[in-house]
């Protein structure tokens, strides 16, 4: 492959005499600090030098990352270069103000070394360096890794007052904000009626969580490393009367969501839908398949007698539904899953999807549909880099068939998605194949589906299993099997994220009430079970602001709509101990 460079020139031999190495333990000879590393270890063989270099192995979703911050001057130019070994790995420098670059070798089998450069924007005083391999190309490393240029110097004061504030877009729930740069500035701090609600190192943000009809005032404060300044003048807005958004579905305001295993039995055993406790509110059939990957038509199978020995009738299935419905549970189909690939790559697809779809809901008497599409369902084309105007065809056909169903069935149709993190938030720092290419063309690919389609949505529930570690919004990443992961992945959802860090190309919250979150009901289910304590940290937190951890939230969203499990099925054969952790957290 051929790669172009940005920003390739060299120092001059006159800034070099001035510079100094801003990053620390380049060559690991003291551990990993102040290295963050997804899987990373120090090994004493091979090094390029010294007595120690790093080895990272990338796993499954993880492409075993290692960053460092640094601190840096602004308007100015920077090497960075480093030794590595190995296929596919990466050297790279984020948050630079200007363009972010990185350069990368696909064959390495001695030491290779790398080298890019770059200019700080008008306003950067921190630069995030780092290195990564690719997804299954088994282990690399690096060693001597530096980045010269002129030192970041000590700050003594805060910075000045920001000015130029204003709100943007104001919907139901959100209110958006930006303000005028302040040089010398790291950071800024939103307040929203006097208490402080959101951090962020850009100059605009988006204010999630707020109540219909309200009036509120904010105010925006620059921060660095020698402190705070003075708050700036205020700005006020007031949120509009909320529409239906999402439909009028008369979902619960605490909801809990389940699949149930129809076309399937698994080591779980089938689960007849007369026989799904009460307690479950929205019950989603798993799952509808394609009959060809690009087909577009989608075919529901019932789980056949010799799997599933104590499978009902068509006729009792119908009626359990309809029972379940008279309760006032919603109940789809789920179409995708691990195994049942969609992409709808042309209209011809796209319009076989539609019609085959609805002929399973009227089929059967269902109240919506699920998405899970997972795998290589959804992946970007190079170039396509915005996700609120996509380009793709498998993207840009499945919006219009979920919009087409919408509109076919009203606003009482019930529409969620369950995609991956990979798909959602690990947007955060990577968005398709990337503005230099060589990233994976499925990162962050189901954000301009949920953002075209955030007024039509009910529920988002993101898996939060099977899941490579993922960087939050603190800058740090966050793994599996904890409160702290769950907490970091919904706070993302609910506050809003730039899009492959790019202050400019926000990701907007979602509504509290559209997002639920989606946890394996057993360790039998999937990689990533928590315990039932860990579950109501993760509920205190979000919703209460307590039991928090170490994660810093940015706001308190009592009106979370509830949890997702996969499934019904493992739930049952667990004891019920999700079902019950529910009902005994909201009553």
Same mark, same amino acid.
């Given at each position: 492959?051929?790669?172009?460079?940005?920003?390739?020139?060299?120092?001059?031999?006159?800034?070099?005499?001035?510079?100094?190495?801003?990053?620390?333990?380049?060559?690991?000879?003291?551990?990993?600090?102040?290295?963050?590393?997804?899987?990373?270890?120090?090994?004493?063989?091979?090094?390029?030098?010294?007595?120690?270099?790093?080895?990272?192995?990338?796993?499954?979703?993880?492409?075993?990352?290692?960053?460092?911050?640094?601190?840096?001057?602004?308007?100015?130019?920077?090497?960075?270069?480093?030794?590595?070994?190995?296929?596919?790995?990466?050297?790279?420098?984020?948050?630079?103000?200007?363009?972010?670059?990185?350069?990368?070798?696909?064959?390495?089998?001695?030491?290779?070394?790398?080298?890019?450069?770059?200019?700080?924007?008008?306003?950067?005083?921190?630069?995030?360096?780092?290195?990564?391999?690719?997804?299954?190309?088994?282990?690399?490393?690096?060693?001597?890794?530096?980045?010269?240029?002129?030192? %970041?110097?000590? #700050? =003594?004061?805060?910075?000045?007052? !920001?000015?130029?504030?204003?709100?943007?877009? +104001? $919907? /139901? @729930?959100?209110?958006?904000?930006?303000?005028?740069?302040?040089?010398?500035?790291?950071?800024?701090?939103?307040?929203?009626?006097?208490?402080?609600?959101?951090?962020?190192? %850009?100059?605009? #943000? =988006?204010?999630?969580?707020?109540? !219909?009809?309200?009036?509120?005032?904010?105010? +925006? $404060? /620059? @921060?660095?490393?020698?402190?705070?300044?003075?708050?700036?003048?205020?700005?006020?807005?007031?949120?509009?009367?909320?529409?239906?958004?999402?439909?009028?579905?008369?979902?619960?305001?605490?909801?809990?969501?389940?699949?149930?295993?129809?076309?399937?039995?698994?080591?779980?055993?089938? $689960?007849?839908?007369?026989?799904?406790?009460?307690?479950?509110?929205?019950?989603?059939?798993?799952?509808?398949?394609?009959?060809?990957?690009?087909?577009?038509?989608?075919?529901?199978?019932?789980?056949?007698?010799?799997?599933?020995?104590?499978?009902?009738?068509?006729?009792?299935?119908?009626?359990?539904?309809?029972?379940?419905?008279?309760?006032?549970?919603?109940?789809?189909?789920?179409?995708?899953?691990?195994?049942?690939?969609?992409?709808?790559?042309?209209?011809?697809?796209?319009?076989?999807?539609?019609?085959?779809?609805?002929?399973?809901?009227?089929?059967?008497?269902?109240?919506?549909?699920?998405?899970?599409?997972?795998?290589?369902?959804?992946?970007?084309?190079?170039?396509?880099?915005?996700?609120?105007?996509?380009?793709?065809?498998?993207?840009?056909?499945?919006?219009?068939?979920?919009?087409?169903?919408?509109?076919?069935?009203?606003?009482?149709?019930?529409?969620?998605?369950?995609?991956?993190?990979?798909?959602?938030?690990?947007?955060?720092?990577?968005?398709?194949?990337?503005?230099?290419?060589?990233?994976?063309?499925?990162?962050?690919?189901?954000?301009?589906?949920?953002?075209?389609?955030?007024?039509?949505?009910?529920?988002?529930?993101?898996?939060?299993?099977?899941?490579?570690?993922?960087?939050?919004?603190?800058?740090?990443?966050?793994?599996?099997?904890?409160?702290?992961?769950?907490?970091?992945?919904?706070?993302?959802?609910?506050?809003?994220?730039?899009?492959?860090?790019?202050?400019?190309?926000?990701?907007?919250?979602?509504?509290?009430?559209?997002?639920?979150?989606?946890?394996?009901?057993?360790?039998?289910?999937?990689?990533?079970?928590?315990?039932?304590?860990?579950?109501?940290?993760?509920?205190?937190?979000?919703?209460?602001?307590?039991?928090?951890?170490?994660?810093?939230?940015?706001?308190?969203?009592?009106?979370?709509?509830?949890?997702?499990?996969?499934?019904?099925?493992?739930?049952?054969?667990?004891?019920?101990?999700?079902?019950?952790?529910?009902?005994?957290?909201?009553?």
């Amino acid at each position: 492959m051929a790669l172009a460079v940005p920003g390739s020139a060299a120092l001059s031999s006159a800034a070099r005499a001035a510079d100094a190495d801003a990053a620390v333990n380049g060559g690991f000879e003291s551990g990993l600090s102040p290295w963050t590393c997804t899987a990373g270890t120090t090994v004493t063989s091979p090094v390029r030098s010294g007595s120690s270099a790093l080895q990272a192995t990338p796993q499954g979703s993880d492409n075993a990352q290692c960053a460092q911050t640094v601190t840096v001057r602004p308007n100015s130019q920077y090497m960075l270069a480093g030794w590595v070994r190995g296929s596919y790995v990466y050297l790279g420098a984020s948050g630079t103000g200007t363009t972010d670059v990185s350069t990368w070798t696909q064959s390495a089998p001695d030491w290779q070394k790398l080298s890019t450069t770059f200019t700080t924007g008008a306003n950067t005083t921190k630069v995030t360096i780092y290195t990564h391999g690719w997804y299954g190309t088994g282990a690399y490393y690096a060693d001597d890794v530096s980045l010269i240029g002129p030192g %970041g110097g000590t #700050t =003594t004061q805060p910075p000045t007052v !920001p000015t130029g504030l204003r709100t943007g877009t +104001v $919907t /139901a @729930t959100s209110v958006a904000l930006s303000w005028t740069p302040v040089t010398g500035a790291t950071g800024y701090a939103v307040y929203r009626d006097g208490a402080k609600v959101a951090s962020t190192s %850009g100059t605009s #943000t =988006t204010i999630g969580g707020l109540n !219909p009809s309200t009036a509120y005032a904010f105010q +925006v $404060t /620059a @921060t660095n490393d020698a402190g705070e300044s003075a708050r700036s003048a205020t700005v006020t807005a007031t949120t509009p009367a909320r529409s239906d958004g999402g439909g009028n579905t008369q979902l619960p305001a605490l909801a809990l969501v389940g699949y149930l295993h129809a076309s399937f039995a698994n080591g779980s055993g089938y $689960t007849r839908v007369a026989d799904v406790p009460d307690s479950w509110d929205v019950i989603d059939l798993a799952f509808g398949e394609p009959t060809s990957v690009t087909s577009g038509d989608i075919r529901f199978n019932r789980c056949p007698v010799s799997e599933c020995p104590n499978v009902e009738s068509d006729a009792d299935f119908k009626a359990a539904i309809k029972a379940k419905q008279a309760a006032g549970k919603k109940v789809l189909i789920s179409i995708g899953g691990q195994n049942g690939q969609v992409q709808l790559t042309t209209t011809a697809a796209r319009d076989a999807f539609v019609s085959s779809v609805s002929k399973i809901i009227d089929q059967y008497g269902l109240d919506g549909l699920d998405i899970d599409f997972e795998g290589h369902s959804l992946s970007l084309n190079t170039g396509d880099t915005d996700f609120k105007n996509p380009t793709t065809p498998v993207i840009v056909n499945l919006i219009s068939a979920l919009k087409t169903l919408k509109a076919k069935y009203g606003t009482k149709f019930v529409l969620t998605m369950a995609p991956e993190t990979f798909f959602v938030q690990n947007g955060y720092q990577f968005y398709g194949s990337g503005k230099w290419g060589g990233q994976d063309p499925r990162c962050g690919a189901y954000l301009p589906v949920i953002h075209a389609l955030r007024d039509d949505l009910t529920l988002l529930h993101v898996q939060d299993y099977n899941s490579g570690p993922i960087m939050g919004l603190d800058n740090q990443y966050h793994s599996m099997g904890g409160a702290d992961f769950h907490i970091a992945m919904t706070d993302m959802l609910l506050t809003g994220f730039p899009v492959a860090g790019d202050a400019g190309n926000v990701f907007p919250p979602l509504r509290p009430d559209q997002v639920a979150i989606g946890m394996p009901a057993s360790v039998n289910a999937g990689n990533g079970y928590v315990a039932p304590a860990e579950v109501t940290k993760t509920l205190d937190c979000l919703t209460k602001k307590t039991n928090c951890g170490s994660y810093p939230t940015h706001g308190t969203w009592p009106a979370l709509r509830g949890l997702m499990t996969w499934s019904v099925n493992w739930d049952r054969f667990a004891g019920w101990e999700f079902q019950r952790t529910f009902d005994s957290y909201f009553g």
